[in-house]
């Protein structure tokens, strides 16, 4: 049972959009930063979406994040069939002398 | 570039430990956090800890207090993170991961008799 809450898939056609809710509580995304990881099969997770609503270079502003209060999205428009991946979100979480939490990931298809 | 290169594949038998290593390069070793986490099987990602490898300072996660220990070597940029008294479901890939931002490949650890 993850910490924060993703629902276990999503799915979309090339070019729609489609957003990924991570619902968590006052002592991780309600206080802290949320980051955004995609993780191909077989591969390392690989930074989407750092402190809420940053990308790092070379990610394609059709990634973007957003938060609100302990719920925080990952939103990705104009859907290609490479978005084919797992999603998970993740935020630092101020209880128990502090520990990193992640979501249970998000399995997007492009359909 | 920054580059996290991990140790290789390891299988061990129940009981036993297994040490991974992390080496980092193109960034300052010393001045981000490196944080473990281990992805078993067709499962999430799980945090075990963290080190600060400036000071050696250490958190880790309440499940796995008492089993692992996570230490550097700041002469040679590399991270390790050791994992005592091996079970099944321990069986997992283990990630280092530089302030969350940079990502080793991954070591996958196998425990069977």
């Known amino acids: 049972q993850s910490v924060l809450t993703q629902p276990p898939s999503a799915s979309g056609t090339p070019g729609q959009r489609v957003t990924i809710s991570c619902s968590g509580s006052s002592s991780n995304i309600g206080s802290n930063y949320v980051y955004w990881y995609q993780q191909l099969p077989g591969t390392a997770p690989k930074l989407l979406i750092y402190r809420n609503n940053q990308r790092p270079s070379g990610v394609p502003d059709r990634f973007s994040g957003s938060k609100s209060g302990t719920s925080a999205s990952l939103a990705i428009s104009g859907l290609r069939s490479e978005d084919e991946a797992d999603y998970y979100c993740a935020a630092w979480d101020d209880s128990l002398s502090g520990h990193w939490v992640f979501g249970g990931g998000t399995k997007l298809t492009v359909l | 570039q920054v580059q996290l290169v991990q140790s290789g594949a390891e299988v061990k038998k129940p009981g036993a430990s297994v040490k991974v290593s992390c080496k980092a390069s193109?960034?300052?070793?010393?001045?981000?956090?490196m944080h473990w986490v281990r992805q078993a099987p067709g499962q999430g990602l799980e945090w075990m800890g963290r080190i600060n490898p400036n000071s050696g300072g250490t958190n880790y996660a309440q499940k796995f207090q008492g089993r692992v220990t996570m230490t550097r070597d700041t002469s040679i940029s590399t991270a390790y993170m050791e994992l005592s008294r091996l079970r099944s479901d321990d069986t997992a890939v283990y990630y280092c991961?530089?302030?969350?931002?940079?990502w080793g490949q991954g070591t996958l650890v196998t425990v069977s008799s």
């Open positions: 193109g960034y300052t070793f010393t001045g981000y956090y």
């Open positions: 991961a530089s302030q969350g931002v940079y």
